[in-house]
């Protein structure tokens, strides 16, 4: 079993900067690739960016070069490095494991861009 708690949302005015945390607890040494997803009211839930166990990182073209994703091994922890936020990143993010053919969620964090 895979535990996940992400932690760092809150209120933004546009144009400014965030950073998420996702920590995962449990069977930790079994998790391969994990990612940052986000879901705005009446919307489905939409992958933002993805991190295997290397590091190697890929990022969905509406965070593209404002959304940084990273991944710390030792700390079992991702981050997400969000700037220039614009009010249409408000959502709920999400973050995601994948262990053994399971795929583990965190309860979420509020983002809300607004001024």
């Known amino acids: 079993q895979v535990q996940l708690v992400e932690s760092g949302g809150g209120l933004v005015q546009p144009g400014g900067s965030l950073k998420l945390s996702c920590t995962a607890s449990g069977t930790v040494f079994s998790i391969g690739p994990m990612a940052w997803f986000r879901q705005a009211p009446g919307e489905e839930r939409a992958l933002v960016a993805t991190v295997d166990s290397s590091g190697a990182a890929d990022v969905a073209e509406s965070a593209m070069g404002r959304f940084t994703i990273s991944r710390d091994n030792a700390k079992n922890t991702i981050y997400l490095q969000m700037s220039s936020l614009k009010p249409e990143d408000t959502a709920v993010y999400y973050c995601?494991?994948?262990?053994?053919?399971?795929?583990?969620w965190g309860k979420g964090t509020l983002v809300t861009v607004s001024s």
């Open positions: 995601n494991a994948e262990s053994r053919s399971r795929s583990y």
